[in-house]
């Protein structure tokens, strides 16, 4: 993910309100992931995967915060347990900002198979997804996110195309 990118995606975050990151490592998304971590404007955690994540999370929302989760796509399917376990029953909101390994064009074989049930994960597990293929298109989609997110008290998930986190 280029610099500017980053930048832009993150300052869309905490426009809309956002202010409390968990990030993994992840080499597609690393970029963003520094800028979160050096920002004032959030509180960025680095955990040691995805369900701690998440609890970590569900933790930030009980004390005021508004959490973002930013992983990489299988990181949504290790993550399941805790989404539902915690959040979903007990109606805490989550944004999960995500990479698309294994999304139409990405060229890395070891993900075809985790990027081709994850829409469908994602409905099952009755969470609202969207797909964004430009840095162009975040904003709007951080502030529908998070009116989604305050209305229904449950996850979100924003999922970058490989278009947007392969660019360097």
Request: some cysteine.
């Amino acid at each position: 993910m280029r610099r500017l990118d980053a930048e832009h995606i993150g300052t869309a975050l905490a426009d809309a309100g956002f202010n409390f990151a968990a990030t993994l490592p992840a080499t597609q998304i690393h970029t963003l992931q520094a800028w979160l971590a050096t920002s004032p404007k959030f509180m960025s955690v680095p955990v040691t995967n995805e369900g701690e994540g998440v609890a970590i999370c569900a933790g930030a929302w009980m004390a005021g915060k508004m959490p973002v989760i930013v992983l990489e796509t299988s990181g949504i399917l290790l993550s399941t347990y805790a989404l539902m376990r915690c959040h979903a029953t007990f109606g805490i909101p989550i944004l999960m900002l995500s990479t698309y390994r294994g999304g139409l064009g990405d060229q890395e074989w070891y993900a075809v198979h985790t990027g081709a049930v994850l829409p469908q994960l994602l409905q099952s597990l009755r969470i609202p997804c969207k797909v964004v293929q430009s840095v162009d298109d975040v904003a709007a989609t951080f502030v529908d996110a998070r009116r989604t997110m305050d209305a229904s008290l449950h996850p979100v998930s924003i999922v970058m195309d490989v278009r947007l986190t392969d660019r360097e």
